[in-house]
C-alpha cells in the first residue's frame, strides 16, 4: 500500500481521513497545515499522495502545492485537495502546482478511497 500525507487544520477532518486510508492498509502521516505539511515531508520523503485542505493557518494548501511544486525532490508527488471550496479558478491555478483531483467535503469515505486508489495506481 501507499504512504499518504493528509494536511488539514480540522482536527477531526484529519483523523477521520487518517483512520479511513489505515484501515484500508495505507501508512498515513498528518500535518495541521502547509508549513507543517512541509516540515512532515521532509522527514518522510517516501510518501506517495498527498491529500490538502485549501484554508488553513500560516500556509494554506495551495501555496504549499506551489512550494512544493517548485521543488524537484517533491514536485512529482500528487495532490488531492479536499476542501468546501468550489472556485474555477482556484481549482485551475492548483493544477499548474500538481493538484490532480478537488473532492468537496464532506467525502463519502467509500468512494474517496476508490478514487485514491485509482489515483495511485496511475502514479
Known sequence: MAKILVVD?????????IT????VGHEVVGAFNGLNGIEVL?????????ISDVNMPEMDGPSMCKKLHDDPEFS??????????????????CKKYGVIAWV???????????????????A
Open 104 to 122: 468537496t467535503k464532506p467525502y463519502k469515505p467509500k468512494g474517496f478511497i476508490i478514487g485514491i486508489n485509482k489515483v495511485l495506481a496511475k
Open 76 to 93: 512529482h508527488i500528487p495532490i488531492i485537495m479536499l476542501t468546501t471550496q468550489s472556485n474555477a479558478e482556484l481549482k485551475t491555478n
Open 42 to 50: 521532509s522527514k518522510n520523503k517516501d510518501v506517495d499522495l498527498i
Open 20 to 23: 479511513d486510508l489505515t484501515n
Open 9 to 17: 487544520d480540522s482536527e477531526i477532518i484529519r483523523v477521520q481521513l
